[in-house]
């Protein structure tokens, strides 16, 4: 079995990642900060162990989950007609991740910064790739806007996902304001993806009526 070369930079990252902790570990306090709310400010800690080692872990459980994805859909077909686009999608989830661990990292050596402003322009990369990788996506049972009337459909599937796929590139245009405007960095950041999922949620529900119709 050959392993891809995104396969490999994942890998390269995962095992930094846990290497940097290991190295990190005794200069690391015992509490280390792990969650901010919308004004910037530490509100969660959890152990130094798991501070530093639970990013890494969930990374290398979610590459082991993409990697078994191709090989178990029942459309497993399809999926390698948008391979590429996938595969580009697993390498820059397992980035952001490893951005946000460096961002923790840094924060608990003592860096001070405004987190939500960092992760803006993070978040708005990763919404507008993933407006490409839904433009591109073919029916299958894991990837893409999953709902009964796109999956029953396959008419029903592209105009959703190319609809679909605009929105999440103009989502993740609008994402970026929250560099801005600070303030209002979460609700740059949550609003358009919400409003994206409900929006095509009801759209596939039309367009499959629309199909039921033109069929009859």
């Known amino acids: 079995m050959s392993i891809r070369k995104n396969e490999i930079i994942i890998l390269g990252i995962i095992l930094f990642s846990f290497l940097f902790g ?12 792990s969650h901010w709310n919308v004004q910037g400010q530490v509100d969660g800690y959890m152990s130094k162990f798991w501070g ?31 391979r590429k686009y996938y595969d580009g999608f697993i390498t820059l989830i397992i ?3 490893f951005y946000l661990y460096l961002l923790t990292i840094f ?5 001070r910064f405004d987190i939500i402003q960092l992760l803006a322009p993070a978040f708005g990369i990763l919404f507008y790739y993933c407006g490409i990788l839904t433009e591109n ?12 009337w796109t999956l029953s459909n396959d008419a029903v599937w592209d105009k959703t996902h190319k609809i679909g796929g605009k929105l999440f590139k103009i989502s ?9 405007f600070r303030n209002y960095a979460l609700f740059f ?3 358009p993806v919400i409003l994206v999922a409900i929006y095509t949620i009801i759209y596939s529900y039309v367009e499959y009526q629309k199909e039921l119709t033109k069929n009859s």
Do not use: C, H
């Open 22 to 33: 290991i190295y990190l570990y005794p200069q690391m306090p015992e509490k280390i900060a």
């Open 95 to 97: 980035i952001f991740l």
């Open 107 to 111: 924060w608990n050596m003592g860096i």
């Open 137 to 148: 996506a073919k029916r299958n049972w894991f990837i893409g806007i999953r709902t009964p």
């Open 172 to 180: 993740g245009i609008v994402v970026l304001f929250g560099i801005f």
């Open 52 to 82: 530093l080692f639970l990013i890494p872990l969930i990374s290398a459980g979610l590459f082991l989950l993409f990697i078994a994805i191709p090989k178990i859909d029942p459309l497993k077909t399809n999926i390698e007609k948008f």
């Open 189 to 191: 950041i949550l609003v």
